[in-house]
Structure formats: C-alpha cells, structure tokens
C-alpha cells in the first residue's frame, strides 16, 4: 500500500512561483511512476506531469516550459516546481503514483493552488 501527502499550495500572484511535495510512504516509492494531476472548478482532473523511475519525464502542453517535476528517493518525495503561474493554474493539485503498469492507483488528498491578478 502507498500513502501521498500533498504539502506547499497556496495563493499566489500571477506570475509567481510556488513548489508542491508529496511525501510518500512504503518502501517501493523508487520503483514508482510518480505525477501530478489538477482539477479546477467544474472540470474533470486532468494530467500535469509525470516522473518515472529512471527520471523520465512527461509534461501536459499546458505547463511546458513552466513546471518542472523531480523526485528525491532519499526522502520518498516527488516535487512539482511551478513557476510563471498564471490564473488558469488554479486548480486542487494532486500527487499519484502507479500500482499496475499504466494505473494510477495511488492519490493524495489534493493541495489548493489558487493564483490571482
């Protein structure tokens, strides 16, 4: 079983930064796909970025060039680095992870990102 802790969202001025964690429990977090994905209001939950466990990455359209997803197995943590946020990044963010091979079948509870003018 793997458990994800999402921390660090917030309210932010357009164009601002912020960086999200999701600390993960269990000792296969290496082994793991990691991504984040975002629902704003009134929309379905879509995909942001993803990290395999060789440090591959996959990032929506949306936020090339702007986010940047790592991860650091010494402290089971994957990252989302945001910067040049503008309004429409205004969404819960949430940090999964994959169980079956092309499953997200890990979440956390979510993380509120709000960016104002």
């Known amino acids: 079983q793997v458990q994800l802790v999402e921390s660090g969202g917030g309210l932010v001025q357009d164009g601002g930064s912020l960086r999200l964690s999701c600390a993960a429990s269990?000792?296969?977090?290496?082994?793991?796909?990691m991504g984040w994905f975002r629902q704003a209001p009134g929309k379905e939950r879509d995909f942001v970025a993803s990290?395999?466990?060789?440090?591959?990455?996959d990032y929506a359209n949306s936020v090339k060039g702007r986010f940047t997803i790592s991860r650091d197995g010494a402290k089971n943590t994957a990252y989302l680095q945001m910067d040049r946020l503008k309004l429409e990044d205004t969404a819960v963010y949430y940090c999964?992870?994959?169980?079956?091979?092309?499953?997200?079948?890990?979440w956390g509870q979510g993380t509120q990102v709000t960016v104002s003018s």
């Open positions: 999964a992870a994959v169980g079956i091979p092309g499953s997200w079948n890990y």
């Open positions: 269990g000792r296969t977090f290496s082994s793991r796909t």
């Open positions: 990290i395999t466990r060789s440090g591959s990455t």
